[in-house]
């Protein structure tokens, strides 16, 4: 079998084009915003977004409206929760989000076995890229322009905002209001991510993409770049592997991703480990002294 018979075969279903399509929207939409996760910090929060967005997802369905106002509902609330938990006890921040993340994801595993459904909802936990329907895909493409479109237009504050809250307040910014928006993207996006990988796993998703551009240059602006590219590939990779393995799509997604960070993280020009090591040889090289000439 030649390498085009190879590439073309799964493309020759439906269902392939539409995982296909799905998957790179996806890999795309959380890869840019995985960027300023990683610079902010808020793996954890992101995390805990992911999760939280569950319950209201399933409340979402139950009530006939749209998943993304379900899911931007709650993770506000989940905010909230965690904004709150904090500031009123002597709960600290990843304790506060360890609390609120798992509790709500517990409430959203609950709804998911009690609501009555013709559909299986298990779906949105584990995933299900290749039950992608239409309107399913439908959804996530407009989903994800949304968010590229407004984390592009608003870059800059978003930037100066992770790089320097203080002085986007001073520039008349406020980093309580872009801070807001960031979450509620990050709502917007686990609903984007969570029909193709599924909840548990959207966080790999919304971080690894970010981690390893960000291994790889010290530019942000290289790392808008660089991260969905590699996701994408990634994306591309996972779902042509899992055809050809017989595996499951998501998973083998993140997967990939795992195992492109890992070899970023051993090789990367500058920061990878083995290139640090043979900089720190050669730099205790240079520093021992020279053997004196032996005497006859």
């Known amino acids: 079998m030649s390498v085009w018979e190879l590439l073309a075969e799964p493309m020759s279903y439906d269902f392939m084009l539409r995982a296909l399509a799905a998957t790179v929207v996806a890999a795309v939409t959380c890869a ?6 990683v610079l902010i910090g808020w793996s954890l929060m992101g995390d805990a977004v992911a999760h939280a967005v569950l319950p209201g997802v399933v409340l979402a369905y139950l009530l006939g409206v749209p998943f993304a106002l379900g899911a931007v509902v709650f993770g506000i609330l989940a905010v909230a929760l965690i904004g709150g938990l904090r500031e009123t006890s002597l709960v600290k921040e990843d304790a506060a989000i360890g609390i609120v993340f798992t509790t709500l994801f517990a409430l959203g595993l609950v709804l998911v076995s009690v609501v009555p459904s013709q559909t299986d909802l298990n779906h949105i936990v584990f995933g299900n890229l290749l039950g992608i329907s239409p309107a399913d895909l439908a959804q996530i493409v407009l989903l994800g322009a949304l968010v590229v479109i407004a984390l592009v237009l608003k870059r800059r504050d978003f930037t100066l905002y992770a790089f320097d809250p ?3 307040h001073a520039l008349g910014l406020s980093p309580r209001l872009l801070g807001a928006a960031l979450l509620g993207l990050l709502a917007l996006t686990a609903v984007v991510a969570l029909q193709t990988v599924g909840v548990i796993l959207v966080v790999a998703m919304l971080i690894i993409p970010g981690a ?3 291994m790889l240059t010290d530019r942000f602006s290289r790392m808008l770049f660089i991260a969905p590219a ?3 590939g990634c994306a591309v990779f996972g779902l042509y592997t899992s055809y050809y393995l017989d595996t499951a799509s998501g998973p083998m997604v993140v997967l990939a991703q795992g195992a ?8 990367a020009p500058r ?11 050669r730099r205790r090289y240079a520093r021992e002294p020279a053997e004196p000439a032996s005497h006859r």
């Open 32 to 37: 840019v915003l995985s960027c300023w996760l």
């Open 166 to 168: 203080t002085h986007a």
């Open 212 to 214: 390893t551009a960000r």
């Open 230 to 232: 590699v996701s994408t």
């Open 260 to 267: 492109a960070f890992t070899l970023t993280y051993l090789v």
């Open 271 to 281: 920061h990878g480990l083995l290139t640090r090591l043979r900089r720190n040889r």
